[in-house]
């Protein structure tokens, strides 16, 4: 059985436009979803992507754990992708973008040359998260804590008071749908209209059940919708549709 | 080289000592052949296997040569240096065994005859449950005799006191060897013994094993390739007494649950002392458990034990049965093995056995006497099953063996060792390869594969040499490679083995309107993959009661007790072991030949008759493939009896080809018997013109491209590579009291899996994954010798309608996946309407 043919037999189509963008609102802005997990902002030509654990593999290697030594340069090959696609004019990197605050050193010199590429090609903007406090000058781009782009707020990690049209990364949304006697888990976009929680873009970054507590003081549950990460596009899924774990 | 007793030398000892002689006759035993045969190997410093049915006093044989030869030392250094023993570092005698409980249970064995005799032996047990005083203790003051386990031996020879420890050792003994050699601990065991040798030079094996297929290679397992340790059997005591349960009820055309038999079941539990009732999985034993109870009017004490109850539970169950205090237990697998219990003089078997080797175990499980016939009950669950029983009964009575054969050993295995072997002591390649390749699963172990363990060890065994800096062991100007610092010789401690259950909730019960995520009795543990596809509200089985899903919170699950009484998730994990080749050939055999019907019950008589009028019943090697349209489907049903594994992994390849041939396959089922595809094209009409024949559909060749391109996706590789990747450490394990320390410390091994994939296809680990997903789930090696046993003997029946044969495996389909009560209702009623078609 296709997996994307099961998430769409159990979820339903979104309607997805020619590029695989999905669009939604927030806050009363419309927004637009790729496929490839980042959110695209076409009237300011943003590009947002969260999470991206640079060098997570050799973070765990410190401490004996082996990983491949090929997530940074898969992350950069996706990254890469969407940039050629969309061709944005500004890129915002919502926090966590290396795994350590020592990641951006242990970059490979190939990959090191490939994300400056990418950060000196256009406006780059670096929200800094609880994996990296601080990004060392040498990679280049802007740092801040937050931001306010075209009527939304970005920031890595959700307020902790309720914030209209914020726009955050941290808790890395993935959910879970049943159909044909088994399960399917994708990473998902979580929006309740009001709030947008962006899917982990790096590769080994893990994901966090919708269902899971940590998205209740963030989303209201009964109108969260997710967009879960199909091979070639987007499918949306109301939570309450979904099953409960 | 049977069991024989050669007359004493005159200037020896009597092979039995007068102690011991005298401790015999006290009792009214006289020594066994194989007892005495067993001592004469010992005595002549030879490793010997002893294989012999349950009941036959084993482990008092296999213990023997230990006692009368620590006795007789005792005795001797005590004459000599004036009353005190010789100082002494290390243990002398190391028991192996699979399970701790059963390590406990020989402790406790062995104590009567050390007591009774008075013997100045020592003997204790070091398991997991072992204190850290007492572990700590048996280091500094080592007992002469040590019970333990194939992890904590692990553990042992990885401590940097292994060589002390290990000096004085003279004999391992290895209990139940057939049920530990053919998986990874055995593999892990295996290296440890290897180990060992090289401690302890001219160290003697004594195995103890059940029948196995092939002794043969199991001497070569235990005494090395070149010496081959010494066969004693022990002919099997009185023929079992074992028969297929005659009922008056309408035996099922499908399904499991054996519900038909109930009263029958309970009938004999009441008409006996003690029953085991044996079922294939836990939830059939939860099923049966739960539908014996509901019938229960006399309140007789019957209980529940499967691996997934909770250990107190469990734990409490055993003692009331070793009390004799229980009517009947309904077990799975977790009473296979060694445990003496008290009288049980019944053995029901439900559902069919699948292998005549596992049979026979099971039913050793009564009357633990030689002498005394074991009684059994089958109870098949479904008419193949029948025929599976009937010809597991004639198996049993011809003795026939289908233990699953030795094989070679896995790499994720080896990498640990690897890592453990550096923790004891700087070691040097050439001679760590000398001695792993002396361990008979690893003999044929090529020395590039070697490296490359060792250099996945080091650094991961990346094609990227990025890890360098981050090496586990690197090694030394002096060439030996040790470990880089002492956090990775406690990493290794907290990893070692290679049991990897799969994850696990806890179950917890709360009352219907409390909150979920607080309180609540533990049940048990159950397994994540079925909770998730599981929506709050939906009720299933567990410990014997029907609860109600109401949520998951991290590693818990929060149960409560349902209102019906019907659970509305009819099961969970599908049958444990396949269909052994033997039984699948057997089956084969019997449906092709109708003089062999009248031993079945009528109404599976009148069903193959029926088959035969209204299709084709194929003769012994070949294999029939029907195909028929039924409402706005087509189905193909193809009768392989090559066990569900193999099936499945059959399935999704046809699947693939007939999708790519334009005939739109839609789904497919598989059984232990029989898969069926179905769809939306006439495959029958297709096969007929030759596009494709079905020839060059089952050709071996979907084993090739079809098979890589499947596996890519295939969930089947991410659960076996986590297992090979913890077993391996390239992951660790998550550790009790640590799952809340967060996202940070853990990855997700599907993401690692993805990134090799993509990145190093030929990484070491993955190709660990392969061997052990192709041999283990996939059944590919089974699938291979199918393919081409039906070559050219493939026989195609285009029907107007369902036949008789094919309606077990149509009543399956919507079986397989989590369907609601109303689903039920309706696949009742459409089953009445397959069997009056074909019938009719």
């Not at chain 1, 976009?189 to 080994?204: C, E, I, N, Y």
């Not at chain 2, 290296?191 to 003697?204: E, I």
């Not at chain 2, 019938?295 to 009331?320: C, F, K, M, W, Y």
Request: hydrophobic content about 45%.
């Amino acid at each position: 059985m296709n997996v994307a043919a099961a998430v769409a037999g159990e979820t339903g189509r979104a309607a997805a436009s020619p590029a695989g963008l999905a669009s939604a609102r927030v806050g009363g802005v419309t927004v637009e979803l790729h496929p490839s997990g980042a959110m695209w902002l076409s009237a300011t030509r943003t590009l947002v992507v969260a999470d991206l654990h640079f060098e997570k593999a050799s973070s765990f290697a410190r401490f004996g754990q082996l990983l491949p030594p090929y997530d940074t340069a898969i992350t950069l090959t996706r990254l890469e992708a969407v940039v050629a696609a969309l061709a944005p004019d500004r890129v915002v990197a919502l926090g966590d973008s290396f795994h350590d605050r020592h990641g951006a050193e242990r970059l490979s010199p190939a990959d090191a040359a490939r994300l400056a590429a990418l950060v000196g090609g256009r406006e780059w903007l670096w929200i800094t998260g609880n994996h990296d406090p601080e990004i060392g000058e040498h990679v280049g781009g802007a740092r801040a804590a937050d931001a306010e782009i075209g009527g939304l707020v970005f920031r890595h990690e959700p307020s902790a008071t309720f914030v209209e049209g914020e726009v955050c990364g941290h808790l890395h949304p993935a959910l879970t749908v049943v159909g044909r006697g088994r399960g399917v888990r994708r990473r998902c976009f979580a929006t309740d209209g009001h709030r947008l929680v962006l899917p982990a873009f790096g590769s080994l970054a893990g994901g966090l059940d919708l269902f899971d507590q940590a998205f209740a003081r963030v989303l209201s549950r009964a109108r969260t919708v997710a967009h879960l990460i199909g091979a070639e596009r987007l499918y949306r899924v109301p939570l309450t549709a979904a099953r409960g774990r | 080289m049977t069991a024989r007793v050669p007359p004493p030398p005159t200037d020896e000892p009597p092979i039995l000592p007068a102690a011991f002689a005298g401790w015999f006759a006290g009792r009214g035993w006289t020594p066994r052949p194989h007892q005495i045969a067993l001592l004469d190997h010992a005595r002549a410093g030879r490793s010997a296997l002893l294989i012999a049915p349950t009941g036959a006093g084993k482990t008092l044989a296999g213990f023997l040569p230990t006692l009368v030869r620590l006795t007789a030392e005792k005795a001797a250094a005590r004459d000599r240096i004036g009353g005190r023993p010789p100082a002494r570092t290390g243990i002398r005698t190391l028991y192996i065994s699979p399970l701790k409980a059963l390590a406990v249970d020989v402790a406790r064995n062995l104590g009567t005859p050390v007591l009774e005799m008075g013997l100045p032996i020592t003997v204790e047990t070091r398991t997991g449950d072992t204190p850290v005083h007492k572990r700590r203790r048996q280091k500094l003051a080592p007992p002469d005799i040590l019970l333990t386990t194939p992890e904590q031996l692990a553990l042992l020879i990885s401590a940097r006191d292994a060589d002390r420890f290990f000096s004085d050792l003279d004999e391992v003994v290895l209990d139940e060897l057939h049920a530990l050699v053919t998986s990874k601990r055995g593999d892990l065991l295996s290296l440890g013994l290897a180990r060992l040798r090289r401690l302890a030079p001219g160290l003697r094996f004594t195995g103890l094993s059940a029948t196995v297929a092939d002794p043969d290679g199991l001497r070569e397992w235990l005494g090395g390739v070149a010496t081959p340790a010494e066969l004693v059997t022990v002919a099997g005591g009185a023929k079992p007494n074992i028969s297929i349960l005659d009922t008056a009820e309408r035996i099922p055309w499908a399904g499991h649950s054996a519900r038909h038999a109930l009263t029958d079941v309970y009938a004999l539990i009441k008409a006996h002392k003690t029953t085991l009732v044996f079922v294939n999985t836990r939830s059939q034993a939860e099923m049966l458990f739960h539908a014996l109870w509901t019938i229960n009017d006399d309140t007789l004490p019957i209980a529940l034990h499967h691996g997934s109850l909770d250990r107190e539970q469990r734990r409490r169950v055993e003692a009331a049965m070793a009390d004799n205090r229980l009517k009947a237990v309904v077990c799975t697998s977790t009473l296979d093995l060694g445990i003496d219990w008290g009288d049980v003089d019944l053995v029901v078997h439900v559902g069919a056995p699948k292998g005549a080797s596992r049979l026979a175990q099971r039913i050793g499980r009564a009357n633990h006497r030689l002498d005394e016939p074991s009684k059994a009950v089958l109870v098949p669950a479904n008419r193949f099953e029948v025929l599976e029983c009937r010809a597991a009964v004639d198996g049993n009575y011809l003795g026939a063996q289908d233990t699953p054969p030795l094989k070679a050993g896995a790499l994720d295995v080896l990498a640990q060792h690897v890592l453990g072997m550096a923790c004891a002591r700087a070691f040097e390649a050439d001679a760590l390869y000398g001695e792993v390749t002396s361990a008979w699963p690893y003999r044929e172990l090529d020395r590039a594969t070697f490296d490359r363990v060792v250099d996945f060890v080091a650094t991961g065994g990346y094609a990227l040499r990025a890890y360098e800096r981050y090496a586990k062991i690197r090694k030394g100007q002096d060439g030996l490679w040790r470990v880089t610092n002492p956090q990775v010789a406690q990493q290794y401690r907290l990893n070692v083995g290679t049991i990897i259950e799969a994850p696990l909730l806890k179950v917890r019960l709360i009352g219907k309107r409390s909150s979920v995520g607080r309180g609540g009795r533990v049940l048990g543990e159950i397994e994540e993959y079925f909770i998730e596809t599981l929506a709050p509200g939906d009720s299933f089985l567990f410990a014997g009661e029907v609860v109600q899903l109401e949520g998951v919170r991290e590693t818990e699950a929060f149960v409560s007790r349902a209102q019906s009484d019907e659970p509305k998730i009819p099961s969970y994990a599908g049958g444990k072991f396949p269909l052994s080749t033997y039984l699948a050939a057997e089956v084969r055999a019997m449906l092709a030949d109708p003089s062999r019907w009248p031993s079945l019950p009528p109404q599976v008589g009148e069903w193959l008759a029926m088959q035969k009028l209204k299709s084709v019943l194929p003769s012994r090697d070949e294999m029939l493939v029907e195909t028929f349209r039924r409402g706005d489907r087509f189905y193909l049903v193809a009768y392989p009896f090559e066990g569900r594994l193999a099936h499945q992994t059959l399935g999704m390849l046809l699947t693939r080809r007939l999708d790519r041939l334009g005939l739109k396959p839609v789904g497919f089922v598989a059984t232990d018997y029989a898969i069926s595809v179905w769809g939306l094209e006439d495959m029958g009409r297709a096969f007929e013109r030759g596009r494709p024949t079905l020839g060059a559909l089952f050709d071996a060749d979907m084993l090739g491209d079809d098979l890589e391109e499947w596996l890519a996706e295939s969930y089947l590789m991410k659960r076996t590579f986590r297992a090979c990747a913890l077993i391996a450490g390239l992951v660790e394990r998550r550790h009790p009291g640590k799952e809340k320390s967060g996202r940070q410390v853990t990855v997700s091994t599907d993401l690692v899996y993805d990134v090799l994939r993509s990145h190093e296809p030929d990484h070491i680990l993955m190709r660990a994954t392969w061997e052990d997903a192709s041999r283990t789930l996939l059944d590919v090696g089974r699938l291979s010798d199918m393919l081409s046993r039906i070559r050219g003997r493939i026989v195609h029946k285009r029907l107007e309608r369902i036949s008789p044969l094919a309606v077990p495996i149509l009543l399956e389909i919507g079986r397989e996946s989590v369907s609601g009560a109303a689903d039920e209702t309706i696949l009742a009623e459409s089953a009445e309407d397959l069997i009056e078609e074909a019938m009719g």
